[in-house]
């Protein structure tokens, strides 16, 4: 077991996430930011040298590099990303913004489920179609037009939160599908029960980053308690304007995301698998 890549690399997460959080609390000027942002990136760097070193690494980077592997795991990535973050705003936006008691905020999230559901039947016939490379930037281009949406029209009504919804949970469904198959080719043989864990993983990660995202932006932006039961007209506008921000932000991320996993899969010895 690799124990000391373990404890490194679950550093390095908390300490990433970690750290947005202190810089809104205690301002640049504080030490102990910084402190955690070097710890962090000292982190990251030590795991890297651990990864390379180790016999038997926790996480083979060599595998991760390779273009199907890498393709898989970013649009695996932009799915948790966006879908953790855009789950995460809508609930307070609609409980906190909109002043909608929890039982319908449930219901209002209803599109993303019901999407998730009933397009399972269609996948299949969806990729076979498609082809596995196109259904994957398809389904990953929906999930980040879905950030996009939520972001620029999320503030003028419920309309625009359901078809960024509908988009997001669309798209997550095609992706979540063809990128694990894609991870899976991409491994030799002999490896491919690590694919399973490199997509949770993938997934995980990102989720737990989109949550972090949106909740730094909202302590920077809102002033005040966020909980409290009436808002000042200016705090309206603060949070409006910290879910746009949020929003818009992490469509960039899951953008990159993306067009990064689209480059991997135009590889030449990605074509060739």
Not at 204 to 232: K, M, N, R, Y
Request: charged share 10%; glycine share 12%; net charge positive.
């Amino acid at each position: 077991m690799d124990v000391l890549g373990a404890v490194l690399g679950t550093a390095t997460i908390v300490l990433a996430l970690v750290t947005p959080t202190v810089f809104v609390h205690e301002g640049a000027a504080g030490w102990r930011p910084w402190t955690l942002a070097a710890l962090a990136a000292a982190g990251a760097v030590l795991f890297v040298l651990r990864e390379r070193a180790a016999r038997h690494p926790l996480l083979d980077l060599a595998l991760v590099a390779r273009p199907l592997v890498a393709s898989g795991l970013a649009y695996k990535a932009a799915a948790g990303l966006a879908t953790a973050g855009l789950g995460y705003l809508v609930t307070l936006h609609l409980q906190l913004a909109w002043g909608w008691p929890p039982g319908l905020a449930a219901l209002g999230m209803l599109p993303q489920v019901v999407v998730l559901i009933a397009a399972g039947p269609f996948i299949g016939p969806f990729v076979e179609r498609a082809g596995g490379a196109r259904a994957a930037w398809l389904g990953a281009v929906a999930v980040v037009s879905g950030l996009a949406v939520y972001a620029l029209l999320g503030r003028l009504g419920y309309a625009g939160v359901a078809a960024a919804l509908v988009l997001v949970a669309a798209g997550m469904r095609v992706v979540g599908v063809v990128a694990a198959v894609n991870v899976l080719r991409g491994l030799p043989d002999d490896r491919t029960s690590i694919g399973a864990a490199l997509t949770d993983t993938a997934t995980e990660v990102t989720s737990g980053a989109g949550i972090a995202i949106g909740g730094t932006v909202l302590a920077a932006v809102f002033t005040g308690d966020l909980a409290a039961p009436a808002w000042s007209a200016q705090q309206s506008a603060q949070f409006q304007d910290a879910v746009t921000i949020a929003g818009l932000l992490l469509t960039g991320m899951a953008a990159a995301l993306v067009s990064w996993g689209m480059l991997r899969a135009r590889h030449p010895s990605a074509a060739a698998r």
